[in-house]
């Protein structure tokens, strides 16, 4: 009786033994979908940068969304930025990508993200998409995102990026936003990254209901907008901050009033 325990204990172990070999030698273990390699690895030289600009730029001011906070701590800004730039990318500016464009200063693309309140099932789109990074926060956070760019040669190399860093999420195309993505509508989440002296009509059309769209209005003066769709359709408009962004060209200069 003793000797079958015994037996039986060892048949045991050795199933043990043998599941945990499978499983450590198995040459798939690793085999993933691979991180998107805008986030940061242990030997990442930016990473103590990101984590400060997270605390004192973000943090510290009034991003208080955790997940936003989190991804910001994780997507490589210097990624998005000519290479020569990559010390400055965490600083608490804009700086130039080429073609007289700029990528926004950090605590703006956490103050966007927070405001649309991003969820895991919506579809987002950007117009303005630059180097492509305010794309890669929202692919963090939703599951689709559409970014428009009216400049080739920065609509190439975002979708480029966006590839290279491997998100998969996102769909680039060169273009005017003024009239958003009529296919691809209803969003949930709209960011407008360019100003036009008015709020585009097509943009509010293409809102979901209870769909939030963020962006900088005006001339001279720009204010930040929040404008949230209600179910039932209606419209609200809240002022957040004064704000400076590039203006929107194309059909919204054309309709400049
Ligand atoms: C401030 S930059 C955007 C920065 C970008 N969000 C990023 O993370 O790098 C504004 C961008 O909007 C683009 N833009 C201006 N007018 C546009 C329009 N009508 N449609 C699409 N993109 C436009 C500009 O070419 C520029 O790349």
Redesign the pocket.
């Known amino acids: 009786m003793q000797a079958r325990t015994l037996t039986a204990f060892a048949l045991l172990a050795a199933a043990a033994i043998g599941v945990f070999m499978a499983f450590w030698l198995n040459p798939f273990r690793d085999s993933a979908e691979p991180e998107p390699s805008a986030s940061p690895r242990d030997d990442d030289p930016f990473a103590a940068a990101r984590r400060r600009m997270v605390e004192w730029q973000l943090a510290d001011r009034d991003i208080s969304d955790a997940r936003v906070l989190e991804v910001m701590g994780r997507v490589a800004r210097h990624r998005?930025v000519p290479e020569e730039l990559w010390k400055q990318a965490y600083e608490d500016y804009?700086l130039p990508?080429g073609?007289d464009?700029?990528?926004?200063q950090p605590y703006i693309?956490a103050l966007m993200t927070q405001l649309a309140r991003p969820t895991a099932d919506c579809k987002a789109l950007?117009?303005?998409?630059?180097?492509?990074?305010?794309?890669a926060v929202l692919a963090e956070l939703c599951k689709q995102v559409y970014g428009?760019?009216?400049?080739q040669p920065?609509a190439n190399e975002?979708e480029k990026r966006m590839a290279e860093l491997g998100y998969k999420n996102v769909v680039v195309r060169c273009?005017?936003?003024?009239q958003g993505w009529p296919e691809h509508a209803p969003f949930d989440v709209i960011?407008v990254?360019?100003a036009?002296d008015h709020v585009p009509q097509p943009l509010i059309d293409q809102l979901a209901p209870g769909g939030r769209l963020v962006i900088p209005v005006g001339r001279h003066f720009q204010a930040l907008l929040l404008i949230e769709k209600q179910p039932d359709g209606s419209i609200d408009r809240t002022t957040v901050a004064p704000v400076q962004?590039?203006?929107?060209?194309?059909?919204?200069?054309q309709k400049r009033k």
């Open positions: 998005f804009p990508i073609l464009q700029t990528i926004s693309v950007e117009v303005g998409i630059g180097s492509g990074y305010q794309s428009i760019e009216i400049l920065l975002a273009g005017d936003g003024y960011l990254t360019a036009p962004f590039v203006p929107m060209t194309g059909e919204a200069e």
